[in-house]
C-alpha cells in the first residue's frame, strides 16, 4: 500500500494543490491517540492526503458519500462491504504480526 500512496502522491505533486486532478482523504474509524501515528507515517512517506476524518467509531458512509469518494479501500470486509453499494471499495490485506 505505501507504493500505490506514494504515487498517488507523487501526481498530486505535479500540479497546483488547488488544481490537483486527485484528492484524498483518510476515513478511519479510530479516535485519538491513533491519528498520530497515522500522521506520523504518511509524513515519513511523504504522503499529501488532502483530508482526514477521525471518526471514533461512528460509520464511514456518510463521510464518503458527502466527500464524493471514487474509490474506498480499507482492511476489513465489514466496511468494504457496506460501502459497495454506493462506491468502488477494495480490501486491502492486512497482517497482524500477532496471528
Do not use: C
Not at 7 to 28: H, M, Y
Not at 43 to 52: L, P
Amino acid at each position: 500500500m505505501p507504493d500505490f500512496l506514494k504515487t498517488l502522491s507523487a501526481i498530486q505533486k505535479a500540479f497546483d494543490k488547488n488544481r490537483a486532478p486527485i484528492r484524498t482523504a483518510l476515513v478511519t474509524a479510530r479516535n485519538a491517540p491513533a491519528h498520530e501515528r497515522v500522521i506520523r507515517t504518511l509524513r515519513a512517506w511523504d504522503v499529501r492526503i488532502d483530508e482526514a476524518f477521525f471518526l471514533g467509531g461512528m460509520s464511514k458512509q456518510e463521510v464518503l458519500k458527502a466527500f464524493g469518494a471514487h474509490i474506498y479501500f480499507d482492511d476489513q470486509a465489514i466496511h468494504t462491504d457496506a460501502t459497495a453499494e454506493f462506491v468502488p471499495s477494495a480490501r486491502v490485506p492486512y497482517k497482524n504480526n500477532e496471528e
